[in-house]
C-alpha cells in the first residue's frame, strides 16, 4: 500500500462548480498535511495546509482532515480556468521533516 | 526573498557523463531537500539535510547519486556516470522548522534533465 494515495483523476469540472481532491494516508500518526499545486513544467506550490481535525479555508480553497479516517480533502469552489493543474497532497509524519507525496490528481477546469 | 534557486534549468548530457545540479535555499532555511519527479514515479524524496548534515539518503537511488552542502547556502547532486533513466525533473526544496513542529517546504523551479 503507498503511503498517500490520491484519487487518480483527471477531474474535469465545468467553470464555476466545485471541484473535490481526495488523499488518504496509510501512518495514522501523520500529523501534518498539505496541499501543492503545479502547473505543467513548473514546481509545486503551496496553497493549503492543515493539523488539525476538520476545515480550514483560504480564499475559495477549503482543506478538510479527518485524522481517524485518515482522510484529507480539498475543495475548490468557484473553479476558474486557472486552477487547472496537478494537486499534490503531501504527508509529514510526526518527528519527521520530510514529505510523502502522493501521486498527484489533475484537474481540468472547462470554460 | 529570491526564493529557492536552482541551475541549470535545463541540462542534456550523454550516458556516462558526470552531471552537477546545484541548488541555493532560502536564506535561514535549516533543511533541504532532493527530489525526482518522473511521471511514471511522481515525486520521491532522494535526500535531506538539516544544518548541512544528511540526515536522511535512503531515496538515493544507488551509488552513483551523490549529495553535498558544503555550507547554508548550497547544495549539490551530482550523478556519475549518468544514464538514460536518470532522466527526469530534479527539484530542490528548503524550510524552516516552525511552531509546533511545523514544517512548510518551499520549492525551486527545477532542473529538467536529459540523458541521451
Known amino acids: 500500500q503507498k503511503e498517500v494515495e490520491q484519487n487518480s483523476g483527471p477531474l474535469s469540472v465545468p467553470e464555476g462548480a466545485i471541484a473535490s481532491l481526495n488523499c488518504t494516508y496509510s501512518?495514522?500518526?501523520?500529523?501534518?498535511f498539505f496541499w501543492y499545486r503545479q502547473y505543467s513544467g513548473k514546481s509545486p506550490e503551496l496553497i493549503m495546509f492543515?493539523?488539525?481535525?476538520g476545515d480550514k479555508e483560504d480564499g475559495r480553497f477549503t482543506a478538510q482532515l479527518n485524522k481517524a479516517s485518515q482522510y484529507v480533502s480539498l475543495l475548490i469552489r468557484d473553479s476558474q480556468p486557472s486552477d487547472s493543474a496537478t494537486y499534490l497532497c503531501?504527508?509529514?509524519?510526526?518527528?519527521?521533516?520530510?514529505?510523502?507525496f502522493g501521486a498527484g490528481t489533475t484537474v481540468t477546469v472547462r470554460a | 526573498d529570491a526564493g529557492v534557486i536552482q541551475s541549470p534549468r535545463h541540462e542534456v548530457t550523454e550516458m556516462g557523463q558526470e552531471v552537477t545540479l546545484r541548488c541555493k535555499p532560502i536564506s535561514g532555511h535549516d533543511y533541504l531537500f532532493w527530489y525526482r519527479q518522473t511521471m511514471m514515479r511522481g515525486l520521491e524524496l532522494l535526500i535531506y539535510?538539516?544544518?548541512?548534515?544528511?540526515?536522511?539518503d535512503s531515496g538515493m537511488p544507488e551509488d552513483r547519486f551523490s549529495a553535498k552542502m558544503p555550507n547554508a547556502s548550497f547544495s549539490t547532486l551530482k550523478i556519475q556516470p549518468s544514464e538514460p533513466r536518470d532522466s527526469a525533473v530534479y527539484f530542490c526544496?528548503?524550510?524552516?522548522?516552525?511552531?509546533?513542529?511545523?514544517?512548510?517546504?518551499?520549492f525551486g523551479a527545477g532542473t529538467r534533465l536529459s540523458v541521451l
Open positions: 501512518d495514522r500518526g501523520s500529523q501534518s
Open positions: 503531501a504527508v509529514n509524519a510526526p518527528n519527521d521533516y520530510k514529505l510523502s
Open positions: 539535510f538539516n544544518n548541512n548534515v544528511p540526515i536522511d
Open positions: 492543515i493539523y488539525s481535525n
Open positions: 526544496a528548503s524550510s524552516r522548522l516552525g511552531g509546533g513542529g511545523k514544517n512548510i517546504q518551499y
